[in-house]
């Protein structure tokens, strides 16, 4: 990783090449087996199966700006070909507030005042803490808040607290639907206004179609940190939504120092393309395999997980 982004500075994936090309399994080291089961049926489907065929050829996306210092933040957006959208990291262990707002109030300088601001905070804000930090954010213009607190009885009375507060924040859900057993729960209770939807944690293309359609609400589709293989499934997702009314969090190979292809799949004038994606899918970089090939130690914990896995999917 250039920086470190939700407390990763390497990230590990293992690429599998089926029929219908290459397919990323790469689901965090902490997570179980069964968070594991998922992410390997969604490579299953990307590398053996059927994708939905796309509505459209094109997605946008947003830039993303981890939990840096405000004079790094013209930097990171540098490395992007984006100027319309970006998502800021906040709530980081160890800082406060006061650093959130700082970055935050960067990023608007540098992109300006049309520009949409998303904040992250990964559910590390109590109730109390997110409309403090909120009601502190909001006048800088927020598009909405993903997953600023941890439970959807958490999100749902957060909603009802920034309503009173007169804070207009909408109230995004991440991990309250990739990792929850039930991603409805969040629709049924009114715990958020828009979905953040991952292919892998969810099991696949096919699967978060189904998952956005029953939540009944507007959705953007991010990445789990993925190389450019796993980018490009994501792509063919949000190119396949009925509707799409956000930019999408797909630009995180900006986020790394190397990837497996060699033209990982960074948006072009704020866009990425479902034919640049259908590339990414088919050719790896056989130089970047070998200078990056874990040891054979490595190799071996994941050989071991993958055979777990699979016995769950």
Request: some cysteine.
């Amino acid at each position: 990783m250039r920086v470190r982004f939700r407390g990763v500075s390497e990230r590990e994936a293992v690429l599998l090449r089926g029929p219908r090309g290459w397919a990323e399994w790469a689901p965090f080291v902490e997570y179980d087996d069964a968070d594991a089961a998922r992410w390997l049926a969604a490579a299953v489907e990307a590398g053996w199966g059927e994708l939905p065929p796309p509505v459209r050829d094109a997605v946008g996306v947003n830039a993303t700006v981890p939990a840096v210092p405000p004079d790094q933040v013209q930097g990171v957006l540098a490395r992007y070909d984006v100027s319309r959208t970006a998502k800021v990291k906040v709530a980081e262990k160890g800082q406060a507030l006061a650093d959130d707002v700082a970055r935050v109030t960067e990023v608007r300088r540098v992109l300006g005042p049309d520009a949409r601001i998303r904040v992250d905070a990964n559910g590390a804000w109590s109730v109390d803490e997110a409309v403090e930090a909120l009601r502190a954010l909001a006048p800088l213009g927020l598009e909405y808040a993903e997953q600023p607190c941890a439970t959807v009885e958490e999100l749902a009375a957060l909603r009802v607290a920034l309503a009173r507060a007169g804070a207009e924040v909408p109230v995004a859900a991440d991990e309250s639907v990739r990792r929850a057993e039930d991603p409805l729960r969040v629709a049924r209770e009114r715990a958020a206004d828009l979905v953040v939807v991952k292919v892998a944690p969810l099991g696949g293309v096919a699967r978060a179609l189904e998952v956005v359609e029953a939540c009944g609400l507007p959705a953007v589709v991010s990445s789990a940190l993925d190389t450019s293989v796993g980018l490009a499934v994501g792509v063919r997702l949000a190119a396949a939504l009925p509707r799409l009314e956000h930019d999408c969090g797909l630009g995180t190979a900006a986020l790394l120092r190397a990837d497996v292809v060699a033209d990982p799949l960074l948006p072009v004038g704020g866009e990425l393309t479902t034919a640049r994606a259908d590339a990414a899918r088919r050719a790896t970089d056989p130089a970047s395999l070998t200078a990056y090939r874990s040891s054979a130690e490595r190799e071996r914990w994941w050989r071991e997980r993958l055979a777990r896995a699979h016995a769950l999917v």
